[in-house]
């Protein structure tokens, strides 16, 4: 994630923080941006007084799936974790749209999610989605919606 060192983060959906944090912690030069709703992101400032790194953190308090709001942009490197799968298709499309746009030149899109249908044996899957039936066509319409690296600033 730090090579190269990124200077701008954008946690969407950082809940109370453990990535974020972890960042700040890595790199005294990074400042972190997190959306998500407000109570988790006044746990999450807790948090951060507590660990003494709130000074480069920045909090957003967004309805993820109001897609009227677009995120903020100029960011090296927006960050989605184990959240995308809660939504329905169009939602995960424009989720990450919005990503994509939040991105400076240059920028990287990453996303960690579980896939429960790629899972070794049928018990590892059905542990990974929780006892849902899941499948993932959505990303393959993500893909085509958008590419993990920014190249301009259109």
């Known amino acids: 994630m730090f090579a190269p060192r990124p200077k701008k983060l954008l946690d969407v959906g950082g809940n109370t923080g453990k ?7 890595q790199d005294p030069d990074v400042e972190v941006t997190v959306l998500d709703h407000p109570g988790q992101l006044q746990q999450l400032q807790k948090n951060a007084v507590a660990a003494g790194l709130a000074a480069r953190l920045r909090t957003v308090p967004i309805d993820l799936l109001d897609h009227t709001r677009a995120f903020p942009t ?8 184990q959240f995308l799968d809660c939504f329905a298709e169009p939602d995960i499309v424009r989720l990450l749209e919005r990503g994509r746009a939040a991105l400076a030149p240059g920028g990287r899109l990453c996303v960690m999610e579980a896939f429960p249908d790629r899972q070794p044996n049928e018990v590892a899957g059905l542990s990974a989605s929780q006892g ?3 499948t993932f066509p959505a990303w393959r319409t993500a893909r085509a919606a958008c590419t993990t690296r920014r190249t301009s600033s259109t």
């Open 74 to 81: 100029g960011f090296d490197v927006v960050w989605m974790s």
């Open 132 to 134: 849902r039936a899941c």
């Open 19 to 25: 990535w974020a944090l972890h960042c700040l912690a």
